[in-house]
């Protein structure tokens, strides 16, 4: 499921934000990470070595803020054993026989909630 959200987190960041978006396969709404500030964003540089040494810590944190929105993610995204599709809560549903994304649900005539309705 990490490998699978990985791959789906879309980079909104900013130079002042740190962003990422995933979107369900299903219905596509966008879900969007809590953004989180560059703590060196209202500092500027005149000396090409501190943009180095900004640049360096502003991946370092792009990075820990990518790991954060990733485990934000697995909360609200499901892989349907079915169709492998990554889909958010709403259109996820626990079902008697096994949890599916609603089409497949559909297809196989299977009856569930939504994880979140």
Request: overall charge negative.
């Amino acid at each position: 499921m990490i490998n699978l959200l990985s791959k789906h987190l879309e980079d909104c960041s900013t130079r002042q934000y740190f962003c990422f978006a995933v979107r369900c396969e299903v219905c596509g709404e966008f879900w969007y990470s809590n953004s989180i500030p560059f703590s060196k964003a209202a500092q500027e540089s005149e000396y090409a070595e501190k943009k180095e040494l900004y640049d360096a810590i502003y991946q370092r944190e792009k990075q820990r803020a990518q790991l954060a929105a990733g485990k934000e993610a697995r909360e609200r995204f499901s892989q349907c054993p079915l169709c492998r599709r990554l889909v958010c809560d709403t259109c996820f549903l626990i079902c008697d026989e096994m949890d599916l994304c609603i089409e497949c649900a559909d297809r196989m005539k299977e009856c569930g909630e939504p994880v979140i309705l």
